[in-house]
């Protein structure tokens, strides 16, 4: 079965780098997502992707972050200047459109410190 | 702005006792509806959906829902839990299509599932 992938599953930086995390949504899907989980806390949604451009985004997303799609396959988030608030669970999903669910992936786990 | 309340933190159930999970939203319209499962370290993965049509909707694992609009809930039921059922369950929404708004999924807070022995 098709899955969404996520690399890396952790990564370690320092406050103030960059960081990309990157995904490989399902190959057919046209929406793409971003959601994060501070440990111990509810999932929140970050910013959605449709046909080459952000579609909504919420008041988490601010300028720190951006997303991309490279090359058609790939979809990464960067966080430009990382903040010790920015550690948590960075989920990536897909839809092939609204009529179905999000396939989440793994998630990459975030540490700054 | 819509919103999902999941009122019980943690519940303990022993193991082959019946489950029930509560979910509660508030939206405009009826949205469509999701439980999601997380285990630990893991990634969410989807026990069911509600878009429209029959309010009882079967899902994997044994998990079914039901949507009552009356009550603006879509509780999470199990006739028969298992050990390895132990997770956290999260209760998600996100608008109909062609309703418009933000279209990305909203969730609760989850609810910490526990197994006895």
């Known amino acids: 079965e098709p899955e969404v992938t996520q690399t890396p599953s952790h990564q370690v930086t320092q406050m103030g780098q960059e960081v990309i995390l990157r995904c490989v949504p399902i190959?057919?899907?046209?929406?793409f997502y971003w959601y994060r989980q501070i440990l111990g806390q509810k999932v929140e949604f970050l910013v959605s992707?449709?046909?080459?451009?952000?579609?909504?985004k919420s008041e988490i997303f601010d300028d720190q972050f951006s997303v991309e799609r490279p090359d058609g396959s790939n979809f990464t988030l960067k966080i430009r200047s990382t903040k010790l608030e920015d550690s948590a669970m960075y989920f990536c999903?897909?839809?092939?459109?609204?009529?179905?669910?999000?396939?989440f992936g793994p998630g990459t786990r975030l540490t700054v410190t | 702005a819509q919103s999902v309340t999941q009122p019980d933190i943690h519940i303990t159930v022993s193991e082959g006792a019946s489950l029930e999970l509560r979910c509660n939203y508030s939206?405009?319209?009826?949205?469509?509806l999701f439980w999601y499962v997380q285990s630990p370290g893991q990634g969410l993965q989807l026990l069911l959906k509600?878009?429209?049509?029959?309010?009882l909707v079967q899902g994997i694992k044994g998990f079914e829902a039901e949507f009552k609009r009356s009550q603006s809930s879509f509780n999470l039921r199990k006739p028969s839990v298992h050990w390895s059922d132990a997770a956290e369950y999260f209760c998600?929404?996100?608008?109909?299509?062609?309703?418009?708004?933000?279209?990305?999924?909203?969730f609760g807070k989850g609810t910490h599932l526990i197994i006895q022995p």
């Open positions: 998600a929404v996100s608008p109909p299509r062609g309703g418009g708004g933000a279209d990305g999924l909203t």
């Open positions: 190959s057919n899907h046209l929406y």
């Open positions: 939206y405009g319209a009826t949205p469509y």
């Open positions: 992707f449709y046909n080459n451009e952000i579609s909504e």
């Open positions: 509600y878009f429209s049509g029959d309010t």
């Open positions: 999903a897909s839809y092939r459109d609204r009529a179905y669910e999000q396939y």
